[in-house]
């Protein structure tokens, strides 16, 4: 479990505050608001429980605080006591924090109730506590007795920030000109009060500069394994070797937070029949935009069918009880008793096992099949720490990796891991991937890119597909100009490596987290854009694109690139006579006997072979209309559904073909009659499922999209796709 | 039942996104494949009888036939919606879809036998072959070849018949021609040219004829008497598939030391190509620099089929599909797709954004591989990996020359140890991700056949959020002694040829599923448990490395016990508090087995933990202490003390 944490954020509010300074078009309060509600909804965002938040107004109109009995406490008003926040609090927040019209109130003093409402909510509790003032420091701060303060600070170990709006940074660089003395003042005793009191003192726009740079969840690392890494099996061999070690997660990909759905409630008005509640539900709207809750989430309900001929619809409902849990074999269904329920599983026993080592070179690093882990000593064994340390080390001095089987718990399926060492100056571990297994490989072929080998057999070393020594020059020249790796600068300005992993930010995780905390406080405003950082890797470097520019041209020149003109994708009016291996020409065999008739048994074949021995539209005409006939004839006598699959592949050629013969309007007439059989029934009943199958694979008009010469707008052949005649 | 599936399945997406142009939604993107296997007096001659242990001692038609088999069987586990049938050709038995051999039907296509129909294979098809292959009675009954030759040009026919109504909308459906007679109907020109024009039909219906050839001692097998004339240049009808290799099947015939079975296995398995790509992207090599490519996955986890519920109240036991309808948690009423609204949890309540601004916040750009850098492969380090890379491979449909650029490239990093790094949106909607781009060369087996395909390898790289911490240790550096006693030991075990290769390792979960799978679906006995090879060699490593292990167990004995020592001085000379001692420190034991095992500082061996138990003390030790030595065991760790302690001393009363 993390620490338990109490945090109270002072917000200076005073009329002061509600000026605009510095070109900004926000009002200071505002602007410093920005990071005030980042903070706080970074943390609502955490759920936690445990995480308290509290919100302190400094020079408020009104004063409510435990100790405003003293005068030295006026305009000091708690908005927020100590507690987790919700979205009812955090509207009431937004309401509650506008700029008052007094510059009255202390901002020492109300450091001081601060601490108290710690003190109060923590006693002596384990708590992370914290306290974080932002001001822009020209109300009056009385300083006196400032060391009680400090100690009883350093004494309940507080962290104290103080963040200024426009406050002098010489660190972070930032001056502002022709200042208030007062604030002149304030700036200096409180940068003196937090160096005291070992806390954190900067200005607000290097606070509001530093929001773009996500911040990283650390996880408390949770171990994927405890057990024993062998060499040999200490079970039965004396000779085995066996380590205590415990595996723990090296990278695991953050998830983004995914969106839940849900539906505007009905329920809001019991008196309501249900029916009526729905006719409601455009009031929900309302509701929405005022950012209430309205919604009820929405649940999965499973229902299970068989095959029942004898059913209404040929399937009918079965209740999950009387049903087995099984798997599918092939197409058979394979039941498995509730006893035998483990009887598929393989037994088999913790451990990580070594099986032999292999030569770090000899390893393709695309061989990886997971995420990664590390592998260390049991933690306070020593003596395994010893142990594993010559293991890594040895690894390390021969250049080699292991193969280990591991077996995360008993019962656990088997998996092979590449284990890898690593030696820092202070930290050994072994490093740990997946391997894929015999089945996890497929064995698919594809050519060659060095050399093309002809259907002879012939091997060529020059062909269109292959790159000229240009080109190859080129690109080498072209890749070398845009190494990346001393392009970055570190700290001190030295050549470094430019966008290591540790410098990227999953763009999306922290898009949508910035975008639920901006709407969670501003419901109408527009969502901001992107932080830069999320976006900076999309592109090369500017200034190193620069550099390489005349050997991209270079690259550009020899390769010739040329963009496929989108009509020509897949055109053959003239196509060439399709051939066998051997040459011969069947078109002649097939010629003597000029089709005619295409036979419903093989009607694409005859199809195909009608088209490709004719000009005449007359004969295409026909060829298409027989085709209709026949596609009827296979959806008038199946059986249930089992001639739509023929329908849909004979529709799917007659669209092919008239696209590329570009007769669009040959296969639209067919199409059109189709549908009007289809949902009138003339075709042996209810056919609505073929029209579906229609639908699904997309087999509807040839619109002007897809062909030119269609008189079909692509929104009439959307419309067409939908169950209704008039479409 | 898969169909069915698969149409709910589609139908969702279809009101999901009805917008959305779907490229792969044209045709099911399943495979078909029908074998035909030749049934003459030569196929069936079995070889010579020899003394060779690895001998062919099966028939062609029988090496076919569990080749087949094979197939079958590693179907159901890779493809499970995968069609297969089998077809003999030139029986004297005639048989076709839904008849007996009896029934007229068999005049329509004489010799033709379909020993199982296409369709996804059910377990009486997989017993119904095995019985084929093992039993050799069976097999007698069935394969008697022909007195007359069986005309191809029916064959072929037959074939469409089967695939336009078994398969009509499957978009990968081949003919696997298995036959050692080059040259049907030598002598008859009229079946010739009909054959060649039933071949035409096929390739109109886009059926792909595969031929695996047999040669025969003395006979080779000559494409050109016949054969030609019937199989076509396999040009990509399915614009997804890479441009096929155009090499056709080799001969296959037994000798070398390699079965005919292997030798057809091997010839069918360099027939596979990918039926679907991941992904078509442009690939931006620089600005301006554009060329295309499409994406494979050729690692992927196989997983056993998911389980699903079984009706048994029918006649057979039937699949229940289920399908879910989505309902209002308050009212438990139907809801419809278009009343759901997605929103965010936060704060106790909900975030709720417009459809258009959840695009507009997860949109990042079209989908595209865009090189930011390149950098050696050095800065690559091994753990920066999260899952299973992809494969691309250059296409020329969208840019012509894509595939000289992608060659230029490939060799370049291929050459100089170099990726790429780029930004990568697989698809619209997709996350991008940064990934490194890194060469894989061909690698070709001794027999030329290529075992790993050239082109460049995605491996998302895992950002800043996802990179842990590591946990905190205590480090004990070993000293080089120690080392250099391990470094022996490892080079001992080397795997063989210095490689991992993955086909040595089949998954023995996935297998044994499958097994038993199996012999529930045959309603057979439970099979033993098969030979694990993913189980280390412990006989050889014992063989192998024993001695020296032992020897570092020596070691390590002594360096930990001088550790300890030289620990202990430290402390108290630091005026620290008085360290426990080691309760075993003292002579080395004898049995290395248990070294660095179970005893951490704080912790209990089994030693001292037995003397405990025999004095009646277990109770004494704290809890820490006791789930320490039981987590050692891996025995629960929960409960009160007295359950830890029972716990412990079950332990010892069962040994």
Redesign the interface.
Known sequence: MADKEATVYIVDVGASMSEKNHGREETDLAWAMNYVWDKITTT??T?RKTTYVGVLGLRTDETNNELQEDENYQHISVIQPLSQ??????RKLRDEIRPSSTDEGDAVSALIVAIQMIATHCRKLKYKRKVILVTNGRGHMDFEDISGIISKIKEDDIELVVLGVDFDDAEYGFKEEGKDPVKAENEVALQSLVEECGGAYGTMEQAINELGI?R????R?V?SF???LT????E?????????V?R???????K????????????LAPQES?TQS?HT?PNGDVE?AD?Q?G??????????????EEAPGGKRD?E?E???????????????SESEHN??????H?GL???????RD???????????N?V????????????????I???Y??D?Y??A?LVA??GK??T?L?L?P?IEP????L?D??????????????????RV???S?KKLIEH?????DD??K???D???H????T?GKDDEGNPT???P????????????NQ??RW??VHPTEP?PP?YEI??R?????EE??QQ?QPY?NA??KA??????PPKQ??RKRHREA?????G?N?EE??GREKRQKISA??A???F??MLATTEDIGTIKDAAKQMGSIIQSYIRHSVGDSGY??A??AI?VVREEMTELEEPGVFNELIRDLKTKILGEELGGDRKEMW?LV????LGLIDKRISPLSEVEEDEAKAFLTAKLSG | ??DSDD?DK??DD?EDEDEEI?ES???TVKDAVLFAIDVSSSMLERPPPSDDKKADRDSATLAALKCAYQLMQQR???N?NDMMGILLIGTEKSKFQGEDENSRGGLAYPHCYLLADL????????KRLRDLVEDEEEAEKLLVPSKEPVSMANVL?CA??IF??KA??FSSRRLFLVTDNDNPHANDKALR?AA??R???????GVIIELFPISRPGHGFD??KF???????TTASD?DA??????AAKTSSSGDGITLLQSLLSAI??K???RRALFSLPFE???????SVKG???????E???????????ET???????????????A?A?EKT???????????????TKE??A???H??DPVI????????S???????????MFM?PT??????????????????LA?S?MA?A?FIARRNA??V?AAL?P?G?KLSDSGD??????L?I?P??????????????????PDT??????T???Q???PK???D?????????Q???R???A??LREE?PE?PE?K???K?RQ??KR???Y??E??TE?EK??QA??GSQRRNKQGAGAKRVSVDPEAGPPSK?????????????VGDEEMRRNFEKGAVGKLTVPVLKDWL??K?LPVAGKKADLVERVEGWFENR
């Open positions: 609502v965002a759920g926040i919700l979205m009812p609090d955090l996500p990283i969840k650390n996880t690392p171990p405890r057990g024993a060499l040999g099996d200490p039965n061999y004396d000779s085995a070797m066996s380590i205590d415990e723990y997660p090296r990278t695991m990909v953050a983004a937070p995914t969106a839940s759905s849900f539906v505007v409630r009905t329920d249900s729905s539900l929405m950012n809750d919604l009820a989430a929405v649940k999965n309900a499973r229902t299970y069918q068989v095959v029942d079965v999950l009387d049903l087995a849990k099984g798997y599918e074999y092939g197409r058979t269904a394979v039941a498995i009887v598929t599983k393989l037994e088999t913790s096992d070594i099986v032999g080592f292999v030569p000899k390893y393709d690093r695309y061989m990886n099949m997971s995420r990664s590390v260390v000593a049991q933690r306070t064994n020593e003596k395994a720490s010893m142990a594993l340390s010559s293991f080390h040895a690894l001095e021969l080699s292991a193969v089987r718990k008993d399926d088997p092979l590449l890898a690593s202070d930290y050994e571990c490093l991937v997946e391997l894929p297994f015999a089945e996890d490989v497929r064995q698919y072929r594809f050519p060659p890119l060095d080998i002809t259907v057999g269109r597909n292959l790159p000229t080109l190859m080129a690109m080498s072209y890749v070398d845009m190494d990346l790796s392009f490596e430019y966008m992993m540790e410098d990227t930010f999953s763009p999306v995780l922290h898009r949508i975008a639920i709407r969670a969502i992107p999320l976006t890797y999309s592109n090369p470097p190193l694109l390489a991209l690259v550009l390769a010739d690139v040329k963009k496929v994708k897949g399709e051939k066998p291996l051997s011969l069947v065999l097939l048994e093989n694409i074949p005859e195909k072979q699959k023929r849909v592949e799917r579906w639908r699904a694979n997309r | 039942m898969a149409k589609r139908r279809d779907d939604g044209y045709k159901i586990i890779s499970p369709d996804v294979p059910s377990a009486t098809d997989v026919f469409n018949q336009t109504t009509p909308n040219s060649a024009v071949a035409r039909d096929l390739y109109d219906l494409r050109a054969y030609d004339d019937i199989v076509y240049r614009p890479p441009a096929p290799l155009t090499q398995h360099s596979a190509a990918p090599i620089g600005p301006g620099l554009k060329i494979y996955i050729l690692l992927k986890r196989q056993p089929v998911r389980s699903c519920y079984v009706w048994l109240s029918g036991a039937q699949i229940a599909v289920g399908s879910s309808t989505q309902i209002a948690e308050d009212t009423r809801v009343e759901i609204r997605k929103a965010y949890r936060f704060g106790g309540e909900t975030i709720s954004f601004e959840i507009s916040i997860r990042f750009g865009r090189i930011i850098g390149f950098k050696p492969m800065m690559l380090p091994i753990w920066a990996s999260t899952r299973a890379p491979y020329e449909t969208d840019y012509i020359s894509s595939t000289r650029v992608f060659a230029a490239l490939h060799a370049k990093l100089d170099k790094v930004w996350s991008p940064l890194v894989g061909e290529q075992l790993m395909p050239p082109g390898w491996l790289l895992p950002f800043a959020d996802d990179i842990r911490q590591t946990p905190e240790t205590t480090l004990v550096r070993a120690l080392i250099d006693l391990m470094r030991v490892m080079q075990l080397q795997l210095a490689v991992y993955p086909a040595r390792y089949p998954n023995p979960a996935l044994w599923f499958y038993i799978l199996q529930l679906a439970l448990m694990d993913t189980v280390p412990y490593i014992d490395a024993g001695g292990v032992v570092w167990g390590l360096e930990y550790h300890v049995k290395v087995r248990t070294v660095a095992q179970g005893k951490g500082a704080e912790g987590g050692g891996h």
